[in-house]
């Protein structure tokens, strides 16, 4: 995640053990949410200004 104000380097570097298959961006909020293999995770900024995951999901195989 890269900051649009400053055009800095990146604030923000996503490590996904598998290939991402959806990214959704917040449109209300600085969260970003992923999903990659059965893994989905929402990170978002803390009081700071370091970006945290928030939360992750496993989802069970079909």
């Known amino acids: 995640v890269w900051s ?3 055009g800095l380097e990146p604030i923000h570097r996503y490590q996904h053990l ?3 298959h959806a990214l959704d961006l917040s ?3 600085p969260a970003v949410a992923s999903a990659s293999g059965q ?3 929402v ?3 803390d009081e ?3 970006w945290r995951s928030r939360c992750l ?3 069970p195989k079909p």
């Open 4 to 6: 649009t104000e400053t």
């Open 18 to 20: 598998q290939r991402v």
């Open 27 to 29: 449109p209300d909020s």
């Open 39 to 41: 893994d989905v995770r």
């Open 43 to 45: 990170d978002a900024p």
């Open 48 to 50: 700071q200004g370091y």
């Open 57 to 59: 999901v496993q989802l």
